[in-house]
C-alpha cells in the first residue's frame, strides 16, 4: 500500500460476497477495509421484543431488516456485519445442471463452481438437521414434511438439506475450524431473526472471522454513497447512518469490491454512472435481468392438536417439484419454514383487533401458533425484470407479473394440494392475494457478465468493463434465479472470481489456504433433482390407468378370473414405444391353482412390427407359493365391427408353472363381458395435475387406440 492509499482493497458489504473477498484477500497479504452499514449484532442482541423500536427494522434505528418496496416487487434483506447470513434460513444448495438455461454462462455451471461450493461448504460447516439433542427425536414439521409424499412416486423428491448451523451438545461451546467458539443448535426455530444462542454459521463467525484474523479491517455504520474513478485507483465515499449530521468520509483504494446485495449494487452503480457521472462508462446492462429467484411464500396452519412446529431450524426438508404447466414443466421447489414466536408476537401486537384474533383462533379455527409454519417456493422466473432509478434516484424495478405466470400458477395451484396432504389451511400473503406483487427474499441479477460492455456489466472475473479494479461479487453478477436458495451459489462465484482478481494481481497460482482440508461435500438436493427429472421424463404428456375384467365361461371348469389395474405413466414415452408397453397389476383366481393371487406384468398394445393386437406376459405365484407364468394375446382378424369387437374382447392365454413340463401347460379363452365392458370404457382416466391436462391424456389413448385398432388385422 502507498501512501496516496487507504488500504490495497477496499470491500463494500459484508454479505455472502463481501465476506468471501475480505477473507481472501486478506489472505493473500493484501491490507483490506470492510466498509458495512449496519451494525455488529452480538449474542442477545437481535430482537425479541414485541416492537418494531426494538431494532427491528432499518428505517426505524438501524435494525435487522431492511425492507424495501422496489415499486412492483418487495424486497427484504439484512442490515449488519454478516449481511444476509444473519437473517437466512441456513440452506446451502446447488442448482441442478439440467435446469439452468443459456443464460448461465460456463463459469458459473456446476462443473466450472462445484469445487468452490465444497471450499464454501467446507468454510461454513455445514450438514443436515438431525435429532434435537434434548428429546431424541427430529423436530415435528420435518417429520411431517418427510411423510407428505411417502409411498408415492414421489417419495425421493423430499430430502433434508445442507445447512450452515452447529449441531450437537446446545449448552456446550467448541471452537469451530476457524477458531471461533460455537454451540450445538437449541432448536428453538429462530434462525431467521438472529441466532442470539451461538449456533448459526453465520459469515461473521466464519468468512469475516478469518478476514479480521488475517488483519481485514472492520468499518461497521458505513453507507457506501458514490463511487469515483481516479484513473488508477477509486474513492469511496461513505455516510454515517447512525447520525445524518456527520461529516461525509472517503477512502481510496486501487481496488474495489462491491457486494452490498443485488439491489444496493445496482443503485449504487447506476447513481453512479447516471447521476454523479462518476462512473459514465459502465455498460448500458446495468440493471437489466434482475429476478426475485421465483420466490413465493405462503402460511401454513395446522388444523386440530398438531405438534410444537416451531421446534428446529428454520428450514429442515426441500422437496422438488416438477409441476406441468401448459406443456412445458415450470421446476422449483417447496420448503418448511418455522415461524419463530417471537415473530408472531410482533406481528400479534401491530396488527388491529388483537382481542377478536385471538378469540377466533381458539374458538372457530381451534388452532394455536405454534402449529403455523411457513411454505417457501423458489422456482424459475424469467429474469427480465429491469432496475432504474427514480427522480430521487432511488432503484425501482420494471416488473410485468405476465411473463412469469406459469409459476405463480403452478405454485397457488400446488397449495391447494398441499394443504389436503397436511391438513391445513394455506394463506398468502396480502401483498400478493390483493396487490398481485410479490415480496423477495433472494434478490439477483442487473450485473450480468460478458464478453465486452455491450453484452455484459462484468467480465467472467467480475470486474467491470472499463475499469481495472473494480469488481461485483454478490448477487447481481447472478445471471437468473438458480431454482434453489442462492447463497452457496453467491459463496461459489465470489470463491472463484477472488482466485481469478488475486493471480491477476502478481500472485500466480495463489489458492485459499483451506483446500488442503476440503473434503467433497454431500449434494442431497440432486438426488432429489435426478429422481424427479427421471419421473419427468417417464410422464411426459402426463400418464392414464384403466381397468380390465376377464374371465372364462361360468360354466367351465377350472375356470379362470383375472382383474388387472393398467398403469401408463407418460402417454408421450407410451406412443414413442414401439411396444407400447403397459404396466399391469393385479389379481388371478384359478380353480385348484391360484385362489385372489396378486398378479403383474405388462401389455404390449398394439405393438410395432408384431400381427397380434395386444400381447400379455405375467407372473404369480400359486395358492403354495410356486411362481407361474401367463402370457395371452388378442389378435383382430377383420375390420368388421363384430370381428373387432370379438377380436379386442377375447385374450388366449396359456398358464404354467415358471419350471414347468409341458404336460403342466394349461390354456385359457378369456373374454370381457358386456358390464365389463362398459366398466373398462368408464374406467379410462388421465393422471395429470390439472383437468384439462387428464382429459386430453385420455383423449390421446382413446384416440391411439382407435385408429391402431382399425387398421390391425391378421392378414
Known sequence: ??????????????????????????????????????????????????????????????????IRWLDSMGSVQAAGWGGGSLVYANVFARPFEQTLDERWPAHLRREELDPYYDLAAHMLGVSPVGKDPRTGKIPPRTDLMEQLLEGTDRDEATVRPNLA????????????????????????????????HGAKNTLDYTYLAVAEQAGARAVTDAQVTRIEHLGESYRIHVSTPSDPEAAERTWVAPKVVLAAGAVATNELLLRSRDVHRTLPGLSRQ????????????????????????????????????????????VWYQVQDGAFPPPLNALFD??????????????????????????????GKDSGKGTLRLDTRGDATLAWNNRWQAQL??????????????????????????????????????????????????????????????????????????????????ILAAA???????????????????EWESVIPAEVPEDGAYLSQAKLHAATKGDGLIFAEQMATDAREHPRMVLSLHAEIPGIDPFLADGAHTVQLRGLVDIDDVATQMDIS???????????????????????????????????????????LLSGLTMLRTEVSPVDAEPDEVQRFVLTIGTRDLARLGRSIRGRAFTRSRRLRAASRFVSFFAISALRRRTR
Not at 394455506?426 to 455491450?454: C, E, K, M, Q
Request: aromatic share 8%.
Open 1 to 66: 500500500m502507498t501512501d496516496r492509499f487507504d488500504a490495497d482493497a477496499i470491500v463494500v458489504g459484508s454479505g455472502f460476497g463481501g465476506a468471501v473477498a475480505a477473507a481472501r484477500l486478506a489472505q493473500a497479504g493484501f491490507s483490506v477495509i470492510v466498509l458495512e452499514r449496519g451494525r455488529r449484532w452480538g449474542l442477545g442482541d437481535f430482537p425479541r421484543a414485541p416492537e418494531l423500536t426494538d431494532g427491528w427494522l432499518w428505517d426505524l434505528d438501524r435494525g435487522l431488516y431492511d
Open 165 to 196: 448451523v452447529t449441531f450437537g451438545d446446545p449448552d456446550t461451546w467448541k471452537p469451530n475450524i476457524h477458531g471461533v467458539a460455537r454451540r450445538g443448535c437449541a432448536f428453538v426455530g429462530e434462525c431467521v431473526i438472529g441466532c442470539n
Open 286 to 329: 446495468l440493471g437489466k435481468g434482475f429476478s426475485g429467484n421465483g420466490d413465493f411464500l405462503t402460511l401454513a396452519e395446522l388444523r386440530g392438536k398438531r405438534p410444537d412446529m416451531t421446534t428446529g431450524p428454520t428450514i429442515t426438508t426441500n422437496t422438488v417439484l416438477d409441476v406441468p404447466e401448459g406443456r412445458r414443466p
Open 349 to 378: 401486537s401491530i396488527l388491529p383487533a388483537r382481542r377478536a384474533r385471538d378469540w377466533w383462533q381458539r374458538s372457530v379455527r381451534h388452532t394455536e401458533p405454534r402449529q403455523t409454519f411457513t411454505v417457501l417456493a423458489m
Open 408 to 489: 405463480y400458477r403452478s405454485q397457488t395451484r400446488v397449495g391447494p394440494f398441499v394443504a389436503r396432504l397436511l391438513d391445513a389451511r394455506l394463506y398468502n400473503p396480502f401483498t400478493w392475494s390483493l396487490l398481485r406483487r410479490t415480496i423477495t427474499v433472494h434478490p439477483l441479477g442487473g450485473v450480468r457478465s460478458g464478453r465486452d460492455a455491450a453484452t455484459g456489466v462484468v467480465d467472467a472475473a467480475g470486474e467491470a468493463h472499463g475499469y481495472p479494479g473494480l469488481f461485483v461479487m454478490d448477487g447481481s453478477v447472478i445471471p437468473a434465479a438458480t431454482g434453489v436458495n442462492p447463497s452457496a451459489t
Open 495 to 513: 470463491e472463484r472470481s477472488m482466485e481469478t482478481m488475486i493471480r491477476r494481481s502478481g500472485r500466480i497460482g495463489w489458492r485459499a489456504p
Open 601 to 643: 406384468g405388462t401389455l404390449s398394445l398394439f405393438p410395432v412390427g408384431r400381427r397380434e393386437a395386444m400381447v400379455y406376459s405375467l407372473r404369480f405365484d400359486d395358492d403354495r407359493g410356486r411362481p407361474w407364468q401367463l402370457s395371452g394375446t388378442k389378435t383382430v382378424r377383420s375390420r368388421n365391427p363384430v370381428d
